[in-house]
């Protein structure tokens, strides 16, 4: 991924990885503290970096609870409305816990949250798998310009941008090192 | 850019392991309480069967719905000798009512061609066999079983069939399956040996990518996976071969020549079985043979097919896959 | 009749001459010849043949007027630079009968374009069982002389060592379609590599080849002649060479789709290419063209197989057999002949008119361009180029494999007995 030029060279970073890491155990700490000790959470991530954010996230709440949290991940390609925008997509790993999702406080993770299209998705692709006792969301940045009447519980930075803006979320599992990258679009 | 699946032939390698890797997540579909996608929702299918195949056109309408596509079955009854003229006609008279794809099984060789490039009409066109031309999704989840048994479930994403020894037995001269097996199994890296009598391998067959052998027991002993194709009985009327207890000697698959297999190898079968001609059902009964997980992977295959020709604006396959942004 | 002067055309595409016509034959062939009450067609650059004669064409009618008739198909003829065609027997009734036969030879003379010469079945219906009345069809106004059940083979080697004895009697010559049905049977392309891969139905050479070898050799056991339609494969080219060098009195034809076209083409399933023989390799190609040149084969027959467009929309086991090719026979021959070198203009006269007049007997046809002889001319312009547009034919049909494709020369005036059906490229 060339994401110099891609992102142009204004890109600038608004997290580092200490950031990441810091704000990723206060969410840990905020999931425990709503969830009364985590004990029917499960984690989903969102591929492809949702799944490496819930992984974490899951380390984390394990060293907090001093318990196992299943962790899993939930693509949405298939329950997209806007499939017949673009060409079909490469569809991603959806791995549900063994113990199921049924009676469990699910918690969604993604890297950004923007339109909620995304979440709105998800929302119904768990449909599709069993029936949470509740389903809470959290995301490491979110930017606003919501299209849906959707919100996150968990918030690692909320990060006011322009639809010219782009951001990007870059983790040290897929893309080598941990960041959050403010870019515009190279103007057409 | 390919808008249709009219033979194995015209997938890539990495066309062929992306449609294998996206059915082992609709495969994953099936195991849900909920089996089913809305990722075809509003879309219209018409399964137009020229040749009776109730399998076929079955596992076609499994997977169209799993993905919530509205069916539309088209049955032409005996019609393999009905005139060109209702090919057309009948495939014109869909389009109008508005059908977004059409599945097409046809006695003539070249009817799916015929209709993806005349100009007939503008709808994506899969091939599901078209008399002894093409059966690409038939190989396809031929392939996708092979990769599953003989490399892994997971293990085997994203990865081909490089150095796998599969052998075809029977019936090559008039079998589709043959032919779309052979170019698929070669696009993914497989050796493909061909054991028949010579009077059932066409003549031409030496620009295959594939070995022929008149001699099953000298290759089942190197075969990673041995599928037999059926052999019609009426074959021997035309001199195809003198018995159909001499055929089963020579070309069919019993207990004994099944140990002669390395033990991983698996036995396929496309179906229906002749039991007793080509196979004994010692041989269709025991695990080794996949004819059942070959119908399950059937549906997951085409749900794939499906998704991958119909799910955006335009075909999925041949595009280079992209990494998406949020 | 006025007179005609075609001033500076290379006759035969040797010597530049005038030629002089008056009424329904040549006057004079020489140079500087007087313009004196003729209209004048200034020919320089352009090649005169003969009046082409065509042993092979499918007129249709009657019985499948929707696909040709017997006026559509001579139009067409005319436009190709033919004077004279020999129309096939596998009409609706089959011309088995002196009455089928005498109701073409009528029709064609009615039609003005081209003379329409009937061939009759060996067989009665074609079926391949019993002799047709063959002495009562040679003996009517229609003077048949040439007799095939093209379509079907004479398989019955019996039935075939029959009718070769029997035409003996009268100068008849049997013209026969070589096809060993059994070898055939749900034949739908050349057996070879292509079959093998788009899994339709293969025609082995060797069920043409069979029937060539066996019916040459009842030719010279009975001491007849017979004549071999559409010869299509290398191995068959063989077969008569041999038979020619034993002193065999065998003749044969090559279509023009068989110089030019290979099976190659089937790959895109589009019937427009299905034909009987089927198209053949490449290698059968080129022996079929060094086959002409050296005289191994005779003619060029065009095999004119008119069929409607349903017949060829469609997929391809349900698609009729047959293109036409009347009006693309000398631009094909031009290409596959002449611009490879392989035959000079006197040749394409000797293959397309002097030759499939003499097999056919066909009176007043196939003359040398000289004074004295029947005014059946064609003048041809080499230098043209076009691209095929089926809309262009005179034809009923449109079936022709060459839609699209550019072909050199063009047939710019065609005479029959001194009267022009064709002027300028265009049917007078």
């Not at chain 1, 299943?70 to 806007?82: H, W």
């Not at chain 3, 008739?69 to 004279?84: C, F, M, Q």
Request: contains cysteine; hydrophobic residues 40%; proline residues 5%.
């Amino acid at each position: 991924m060339d994401t110099q030029q891609q992102y142009g060279d204004e890109a600038r970073p608004v997290l580092e990885a200490p950031d990441i890491a810091r704000v990723l155990t206060r969410i840990a700490h905020e999931i425990v503290e709503r969830a009364k000790g985590a004990d029917d959470v499960v984690l989903l991530g969102i591929p492809t970096r949702g799944v490496f954010l819930a992984r974490r996230l899951a380390e984390k709440l394990e060293s907090i609870t001093g318990t196992k949290i299943p962790v899993g991940s939930l693509d949405i390609t298939m329950y997209r409305d806007d499939l017949r925008l673009k060409p079909a997509r490469a569809i991603g790993r959806t791995e549900i816990p063994g113990d199921g999702i049924d009676g469990r406080l699910v918690v969604l993770v993604d890297d950004v949250l923007f339109s909620g299209r995304t979440i709105r998705a998800a929302l119904d692709a768990l449909g599709d798998i069993g029936r949470p006792r509740a389903v809470q969301l959290a995301v490491l940045v979110d930017r606003g310009h919501r299209e849906l009447p959707i919100r996150a519980d968990y918030v690692g930075k909320n990060l006011p941008t322009s639809l010219r803006e782009t951001v990007k979320v870059q983790l040290a599992e897929e893309d080598g090192r941990d960041t959050v990258l403010l870019g515009s679009r190279p103007s057409a | 850019m390919m808008r249709h699946l009219i033979s194995a032939a015209d997938l890539t390698r990495d066309d062929a392991v992306l449609i294998l890797d996206t059915a082992e997540e609709m495969a994953r579909v099936a195991d849900r309480p909920i089996r089913k996608l809305p990722t075809l929702r509003g879309r219209t299918i018409c399964n137009l069967f020229f040749e009776d195949s109730t399998r076929t056109r079955i596992s076609f309408e499994a997977a169209e719905k799993r993905l919530s596509a509205d069916v539309i079955n088209f049955t032409a009854k005996g019609s393999s000798v009905s005139k060109g003229e209702s090919l057309k006609d009948t495939a014109q008279t869909l389009e109008a009512m508005g059908v977004d794809a059409v599945v097409i099984r046809h006695s003539a060789s070249g009817a799916p061609y015929r209709l993806a490039t005349s100009g007939w009409i503008d709808a994506p066109v899969v091939n599901a066999g078209d008399g002894t031309h093409q059966h690409p999704t038939q190989a396809l989840l031929d392939a996708f079983t092979m990769r599953r048994r003989l490399v892994g479930r997971d293990a085997g994403l994203g990865r081909d069939l490089t150095g796998k020894r599969i052998t075809l037995v029977g019936d090559v001269l008039h079998s589709r399956v043959a032919r779309s097996n052979v170019d698929l199994l070669h696009t993914l890296g497989a050796e493909v040996t061909l054991v028949a009598p010579p009077t059932l391998v066409p003549v031409g067959v030496e620009t295959w990518p594939c070995e022929i052998s008149y001699d099953l027991d000298r290759v089942l002993p190197k075969s990673d996976a041995v599928m037999m194709l059926r052999v019609q009985r009426e074959r021997m009327n035309a001199a195809f071969f003198p018995t159909e207890r001499e055929y089963s000697r020579r070309y069919g698959l019993d207990g004994d020549r099944m140990a002669k297999m390395p033990e991983h190898a698996i036995v396929m079968h496309p179906g229906p079985m002749v039991r007793g001609m080509e196979i004994t059902a010692e041989v269709a009964d025991s695990d080794r043979c996949t004819v059942v997980e070959q119908v399950a992977n059937g549906v997951s295959i085409r749900m794939a097919v499906l998704y991958l020709l119909l799910g955006g604006n335009d075909s999925a396959v041949t595009h280079t896959r992209t990494e998406e942004n949020k | 009749m006025s007179k005609i002067l075609i001033r500076g055309a290379q006759v035969l595409g040797g010597e530049v001459q005038d030629v002089l016509v008056d009424g329904e034959t040549i006057e004079q062939v020489g140079t500087d010849l007087s313009a004196e009450g003729a209209t004048v067609i200034e020919a320089q650059g352009q090649v005169l043949l003969p009046g082409l004669v065509d042993l092979h064409t499918h007129l249709r009618e009657p019985g499948r007027e929707d696909s040709e008739t017997v006026l559509t198909g001579t139009r067409a003829a005319a436009s190709g630079g033919y004077t004279a065609v020999f129309a096939m027997a596998n009409t609706h009734p089959v011309a088995d009968t002196a009455g089928v036969v005498e109701q073409v030879y009528r029709l064609g003379k009615e039609s003005g374009y081209c003379d329409v010469q009937p061939v009759g079945a060996v067989t009665v219906g074609l079926e391949g069982k019993k002799l047709a009345e063959l002495g009562a069809m040679h003996d009517s106004a229609a003077g048949v002389t040439v007799f095939s059940d093209d379509g079907k083979c004479v398989d019955d080697a019996v039935i075939m060592r029959r009718a070769l004895e029997y035409v003996k009697a009268f100068g008849g010559v049997v013209a026969q379609h070589a096809q060993e049905p059994r070898l055939t049977e749900g034949a739908q392309m050349n057996e070879g590599i292509v079959s093998a891969e788009l899994g339709l139905g293969g025609w082995p050479a060797v069920a043409e080849e069979s029937i060539i070898a066996r019916d040459v050799l009842l030719a010279e056991h009975v001491g007849s002649r017979v004549h071999i339609c559409h010869l299509s494969t290398a191995g068959s080219v063989e077969i008569v060479r041999w038979a020619k060098s034993r002193g065999i009195d065998v003749t044969a034809e090559v279509t023009p789709h068989h110089l030019l076209l290979t099976d190659e083409l089937v790959r895109t399933y589009d019937p427009v290419y299905k034909v009987n023989p089927p198209l053949r390799t490449e290698k059968d190609v080129l022996a079929l063209r060094e086959a002409l040149a050296d005289g191994t084969i005779d003619i060029v027959a065009t095999d004119h197989a008119p069929h409607p467009h349903e017949d060829k929309d469609c997929e391809w086991a349900a698609a009729a057999m047959g293109m036409v090719g009347l009006e693309t026979a000398l631009s094909v021959v031009q290409q596959t002949m002449v611009e490879t070198g392989l035959l000079d203009w006197a040749g394409v006269a000797d293959r397309m008119s002097f030759a499939p007049a003499r097999i056919g007997r066909a009176k007043g046809h196939g003359r040398p361009v000289s004074a004295g002889e029947p005014a059946n001319l064609t003048l041809v312009d080499p230098a043209y180029r076009g691209v095929v547009d089926p809309a262009d034919f005179a034809s009923r049909s449109r079936n022709t494999p060459y839609e699209g494709r550019e072909l050199p020369g063009r047939v710019t005036h065609t005479f029959l007995r001194g009267r022009a059906t064709v002027v300028d490229g265009k049917l007078a």
